[in-house]
């Protein structure tokens, strides 16, 4: 479903070859990878019983529309508002002629401008604990204990050199106070925990073996200088059918035709910094150039995350100029951490931040993602020695 500016159905399949069906009276072909629109007087009958769309013993065979019910439940995803009926998202659109159920969601009912059938209402997200005898989708398998992340892979267990990838771990089964050795080609290039981040090597061309505690878990991954040509090309933007806004760009082919747009150009640069995500859920601290801190209770995920087709909820925004360290003095398990995030000297610490790091000290896990942590690490012991000699 497109829900602006006026609600519209739509209707796909994987079909692999064009399909004839009859909607309203009307016959309309529907191609592979494609969508038609659905009339909305096909809510009615599929009430109670489901629906056949086409000659099911054509050449292309047909679609049958499943039976609806009176309550229709639609999830942001990547291609709009899609039907489910186990969602996995916290909240939901909600598409019904159930008349209890109106009166309960009227707050959060959106204008369809006239668009949808007489007893039809659509609401935009509903919180699925606002909504009865709704099941939630199987929870996503846990991650993996510990995993390669990030780096710059130029195929499977391949990476360019200088951009080494990241060994994450997940829930270990570890007491509070314990963490795994990493060995690297024999050598020990730190200690990993539950919820840590530890970035491995690719200075040098060739295999790299990791070994974590006791061969808990082990992989190669190698290096390489450079990454193998797969071909040139370019992008391109179809403007033409009803999915332009939906589509975004595709590799651009020679028989193309229509309106298209290639390349991209913004006319009034951003200069303003960024906000910091995080997904932490606890409390965190920022110390910033001048030395002062501030404290960041968890927000909730900003509105924009759905608008531009993000289904998640766990990172929030911090908002605060020139923050150079990133602190979780008392996250919900594992270790204290503190995240280095620009390569800036401080000259003073306010007493509370000389406090905080005091207390502090070599606890926390030092991570960054501007360099290597060996240089976090030893910004980190400079910020110790500063809070030590009183700021």
């Not at 919820?195 to 073996?209: K, S, V, W």
């Not at 501030?294 to 766990?314: C, I, K, M, N």
Request: charged content about 25%.
């Amino acid at each position: 479903m497109l829900p602006h500016p006026t609600p519209r159905l739509h209707l796909g399949a994987a079909n692999t070859k064009p399909l004839e069906l009859t909607l309203a009276g009307e016959r309309v072909m529907l191609e592979p990878d494609a969508e038609v629109q659905l009339p909305w007087s096909l809510l009615e009958g599929a009430r109670q019983r489901s629906l056949q769309l086409g000659n099911a013993r054509s050449g292309a065979g047909g679609i049958r529309l499943p039976q609806l019910g009176d309550t229709i439940l639609f999830e942001l995803g990547d291609d709009g508002l899609l039907r489910v009926e186990q969602p996995a998202s916290d909240s939901v659109w909600v598409l019904t002629r159930d008349g209890g159920l109106q009166e309960r969601l009227s707050r959060r009912r959106s204008n369809d401008r006239g668009a949808l059938p007489q007893w039809w209402q659509l609401y935009r997200e509903v919180p699925l604990d606002e909504l009865p005898n709704v099941e939630r989708a199987p929870g996503a398998k846990a991650q993996e204990p510990i995993r390669l992340t990030g780096g710059l892979p130029l195929n499977r267990a391949i990476y360019l050199s200088g951009f080494a990838p990241v060994l994450e771990a997940g829930e270990l089964q570890l007491d509070q106070d314990e963490w795994l050795p990493v060995m690297v080609n024999g050598e020990q290039v730190g200690l990993i925990g539950s919820g840590e981040r530890l970035a491995l090597r690719a200075d040098e061309t060739g295999t790299y073996h990791v070994v974590v505690g006791d061969s808990e878990f082990t992989t190669n991954y190698d290096v390489e200088p450079v990454g193998e040509p797969e071909g040139v090309g370019g992008l391109a933007h179809s403007l033409d059918g009803p999915n332009a806004l939906r589509a975004g760009a595709r590799a651009r082919r020679t028989d193309t035709s229509g309106v298209t747009v290639c390349g991209a150009a913004v006319s009034v640069p951003y200069e303003s910094e960024l906000p910091i995500l995080t997904r932490s859920a606890t409390q965190l601290t920022t110390i910033d150039l001048n030395g002062d801190i501030a404290t960041h209770d968890r927000q909730a995920t900003p509105a924009w995350f759905a608008e531009v087709g993000l289904d998640e909820s766990g990172r929030w925004e911090i908002f605060r100029p020139n923050v150079v360290w990133l602190l979780s003095p008392r996250p919900k398990s594992g270790r204290p951490w503190a995240r280095l995030l620009q390569v800036s000297r401080l000259e003073r610490l306010s007493p509370e931040a000389e406090e905080l790091v005091l207390a502090l000290g070599a606890a926390p896990a030092i991570s960054t993602r501007i360099g290597e942590c060996d240089d976090a690490n030893r910004a980190w012991a400079t910020l110790c020695d500063l809070a030590g000699r009183g700021g």
